[in-house]
C-alpha cells in the first residue's frame, strides 16, 4: 500500500522508472555492479535489476543498479 501511494507521487510529479531488465545496457542510466556469462542473454544486456533507477523528465535522478550478461 505504502508503495503504490509513493509510486502515484512520483508519477504526479513527473518521476518515471528507469526499465532495465532484458534491455541493453546504457551507461548513461545503468551502474553495473556484477557481470555473468550467460547464452540465454544476448551480449551486454541487463539480466537482473537490483536497484530500479528513476527519472525526472529525461535526467536521470538514480541510476539503476543491475547484474549485465556478457
Known sequence: MT????M???EKLGVTPIESEG???DPAEHN???????????ENVVAEVFQKGF???DKVIRFA??????
Open 55 to 57: 527519472k525526472l523528465n
Open 32 to 42: 553495473a555492479v556484477m557481470h555473468i556469462e550467460d547464452e540465454s542473454f544476448g
Open 3 to 6: 508503495m503504490t501511494q509513493l
Open 8 to 10: 502515484d507521487i512520483f
Open 65 to 70: 543498479m543491475v547484474k549485465v550478461a556478457n
Open 23 to 25: 534491455q541493453p545496457f
